[in-house]
């Protein structure tokens, strides 16, 4: 398994890097990962359990040590995290059933191009 307290170190010290090289990026990254608090319509650990969600199903380890961190710290439970992970599973399967219909809809459009 990963090193994920390492890694994280690891990735902040390049993000670093690259927020001086591409300071503007990286303020308008900031801004968007902020939005939500402001808001106040979601908690900070509802927030969280989402980001645990979206970083698995757009397959993110940065994401997902930042955000498990932020979750803990939180109040998140395991138990809340699996919930919210539940979901992550079910709407990756979701996706490729709507990928499988798509992929029945092209080889229907190429097999009436080609007469078959």
Same mark, same amino acid.
């Given at each position: #398994?990963m +090193?994920?307290?390492? !890694?994280?170190? &690891? %990735?902040?010290?390049r %993000?670093?890097?690259?927020?001086?090289?591409?300071? +503007?990026?990286?303020?308008? !990254?900031q801004? %968007?990962?902020? $939005?939500?608090?402001?808001?106040?319509?979601? +908690?900070?650990?509802?927030?969280e359990l *989402?980001? %645990? @969600?979206v $970083? /698995?199903?757009?397959?993110? +380890?940065?994401? *997902?040590?930042?955000? $498990?961190?932020e @979750?803990?710290?939180?109040g998140?439970?395991?138990?809340?995290?699996?919930?919210?992970?539940?979901? $992550?599973?079910a709407?990756?399967?979701g /996706?490729a #059933? /709507?990928y499988?219909?798509? /992929?029945?809809?092209? #080889?229907?459009?190429?097999?009436?191009?080609?007469? &078959?």
């Amino acid at each position: #398994m990963m +090193d994920w307290l390492k !890694y994280r170190e &690891q %990735l902040t010290g390049r %993000l670093g890097e690259f927020g001086k090289l591409s300071p +503007d990026t990286l303020k308008g !990254y900031q801004t %968007l990962s902020n $939005a939500g608090e402001r808001t106040g319509q979601l +908690d900070a650990r509802t927030r969280e359990l *989402i980001a %645990l @969600a979206v $970083a /698995v199903t757009t397959r993110c +380890d940065g994401c *997902i040590t930042v955000h $498990a961190a932020e @979750a803990l710290k939180h109040g998140s439970t395991r138990e809340e995290v699996a919930e919210a992970l539940g979901v $992550a599973v079910a709407l990756n399967a979701g /996706v490729a #059933m /709507v990928y499988s219909a798509r /992929v029945l809809d092209a #080889m229907n459009a190429h097999e009436s191009l080609s007469g &078959q």
